[in-house]
């Protein structure tokens, strides 16, 4: 029983990632064998099984990042007049792949939860769970997603499995004008 559990343990967990064939038979002598390899010729009650590899769904997000999100929320406050320090600070935040909620300022109740973190109204105004961060300031800003456990950079972007192929003819030239003018004198 032990070898069985070792084997269901090493088949899910060691295995590659990608689909493997797993093979159970009976010998001669009636004992069962388990493999990744074809069974003999001579094998007795084969059950050929294909295995692939579980995958847990995280949403896209690392456990890294999940974690951090848990703990320590991130959340941006912006206006329509912030200007640069809003584009670099949203710009620094999804170059580093934090998941955040952006609020912009557009009524007084939004002024009214900014003034809660900056009563002097600063935008942008970043909150990392508890901590605030007032103003742009790209250190401040990375030393508190660094100590909130956030990655220092986004994880690449995969690329789709089937690309969209380029169509081999070109697009089709528009239809010629009628009449004894050229299109271009009307």
Known sequence: MRSILLLLFAAVFVAPLHAQTAYRWVDANGKVHYSD???????????????????????????????????YPVQLFTSPSCGSGCEEGRALLKGRGVPFKE?????????????KHSPNREVPTLLVGNEVQRGFL?????SSLDAAGYPKSAP???EPKNPPKPSATPPAAPPAATGGEPAAAK
């Open 138 to 142: 790209a250190s401040a800003w990375n």
């Open 37 to 71: 390899q074809p069974p003999p010729p001579n094998a007795r009650k084969v059950d050929r099984r294909k295995l692939t590899p579980s995958q847990i769904e995280t949403g896209g997000l690392s456990y890294a990042v999940k974690i951090a999100a848990e703990k």
């Open 103 to 115: 609020l912009k300022i557009s009524s007084d109740q939004d002024l009214l939860a900014l003034q």
């Open 156 to 158: 690449p972007v995969r």
